[in-house]
């Protein structure tokens, strides 16, 4: 391998430049003169140029030696960039972040943890791919993703885990069923019903169907969605009652005319869990950040009025 400049040499032919004169550029990087011009002569033999023309009076740069410069000048501002960067990694948050986020979580989650992490962290960018948890798995210890935001337990070696919120989960029903005028629900309730689900690919099917084999509702295998927002329309359609994450229903169905009618339980007994999973031996710094960001975000957004989140 051919050897490379050194960064030193780079910021050495830099002053140089600018000074036009040995003497001035030794002082101006703290050398002594013959050390100044045996760096700069170590330089031009590595490369195998002449980057000054030397003679009475000021140095002049050759046009080889212009062409290096400007690259030398590119390469300091990137690593003392780097040092920037470090500093600012150390304290807060910046760089770009590869987040993937679960359907059933993302679209009603991360407008307001965006919003605050813009307003806090303006150095931060944020690349966010949505898709089922089992895809954003295979990316993440892929490699493409650097962490994914998805419902726990998220099973898998080599991954770290952080809860940061438990929301409820509520029961769907056509606004003409006979569970819709109940305040709440307990699970007996649950008995003979016929629950519409998400597929196997989200880790919300396995929690419903763990509730259905537990209470005696029967889960249906017909015909499973492939949103949130499909469960619903068919609830609305009368072929089953589905569970409903709180804050789908705060985003899409609150405030809103529909044919569909959602009922908590009883001292919220069904919630599930939603954290942040990254590999193991990844920043846990800057991710532990982030997860602190979003709790901020939840707490100040989503933790008034009724059935609020539980963070932990």
Known sequence: MHPSPSLRQLRYLIALSETRHFRKAAEKVGISQPSLSLQIGNLEELLGLRLFERGRGPVTLTPEGREVLSRAQRAVDEVRAIVDLSGTLKTGLAGTIRLGTTPTIGPYLLPYVVEQLHATYPDLRLYIRESAPRDLRDELLGGNLDLMLTQLPEAGANLT?????????????PSDHALAGQAALSESDLAGLNVLSLGPAYT???QITAICHQHGALLSRDYEGTSLDALRQMVGMGMG???LPRLYARSEIEGRRSNVTMVPFKGNKIMRSIGLVWRDGASPVMFERLSNA???????????????VIIG
């Open 294 to 308: 979003i709790i901020q975000s939840v707490r100040q957004n989503l933790q008034s009025g009724p059935l609020p």
């Open 161 to 173: 885990s952080r809860r940061l919120f438990r929301e409820p989960l509520l029961l769907a029903v």
């Open 241 to 243: 009652v589905a569970f």
């Open 204 to 206: 919300l099917h396995s």
